[in-house]
């Protein structure tokens, strides 16, 4: 298995939106790319131990530990 990421849930708040998903990493994985559904990010917040790039609509994640399958969450704020 390789690092996957999904959008499980999209919302509003204020005149931001929000989009919600999981992620999951498999032992060996340094990580991989977040589509969040946003042509924008202005944050991102994950719950695994990750150093986070973004670009444009996505966020690129290089996971800090590769030895161990992980899952998390992902939250995105933008346009």
């Known amino acids: 298995m390789a690092f996957t990421s999904s959008l499980s849930e999209r919302t509003v708040m204020g005149d931001k939106r929000v989009n919600f998903g999981i992620l999951a990493q498999a032992t060996g994985d340094t990580g991989g ?5 946003l042509t924008k990010v202005d944050s991102f917040f994950c719950s695994m131990n990750a150093d986070i790039t973004i670009s444009g ?7 800090k530990d590769f030895v161990a399958d992980q899952d998390g969450f992902w939250m995105a704020i933008g346009y």
């Open 33 to 37: 790319t977040v589509a969040t559904g």
């Open 57 to 63: 609509g996505d966020a690129a994640i290089i996971t």
